[in-house]
């Protein structure tokens, strides 16, 4: 059963789940540079050390590896509400899930196709990632409607 959320950590889940992915419009067009091979490996690493972090309830972890956007909206929660939201996210987020396709969308910016299986279903979704000061940040996680 699902629990109700405070306003506040439905915002973080906004965030962070949305219902559709959208991409940043402040990359320039033709501006998409070909990140290397180790670089894509380094923001898998990254959104993999992401779901360890929200699947163990590692709240601190877990907002040091979130886009700066999301991390300024995780400070602002209390404990409490962090503690919620992180569950809440938990509880939508499939056991497992598999990276199937990288696109980069920029020099600092590229998203996941990710597939996982929630509930007997096959979900479908997009991770948009950004790399902030040197290190590469889940900015948004959405799952195609029905997951």
Do not use: H, Q, Y
Not at 17 to 36: F, H, K, M, N, Y
Not at 54 to 72: D, H, I, Q
């Amino acid at each position: 059963m699902m629990r109700r959320a405070a306003p506040a950590v439905t915002l973080l889940l906004a965030s962070l789940c949305a219902g559709s992915c959208t991409r940043a419009t402040d990359e320039v067009p033709g501006a998409a540079a070909a990140l290397t091979a180790a670089e894509k490996a380094r923001a898998r690493t990254a959104f993999n050390a992401w779901l360890a972090a929200l699947r163990a309830g590692e709240t601190r972890r877990f907002a040091e590896l979130s886009a700066s956007k999301t991390a300024r909206s995780i400070a602002r929660l209390s404990a409490k509400e962090l503690a919620d939201a992180v569950g809440l996210a938990r509880e939508v987020t499939p056991a497992a899930i598999s990276i199937t396709k990288t696109e980069s969308t920029g020099a600092a910016r590229l998203i996941f196709a990710i597939s996982g299986e929630r509930s007997g279903r096959s979900c479908d979704g997009e991770a948009s990632m950004v790399k902030e000061e040197g290190s590469w940040r889940v900015e948004k996680v959405a799952w195609k409607e029905g997951c």
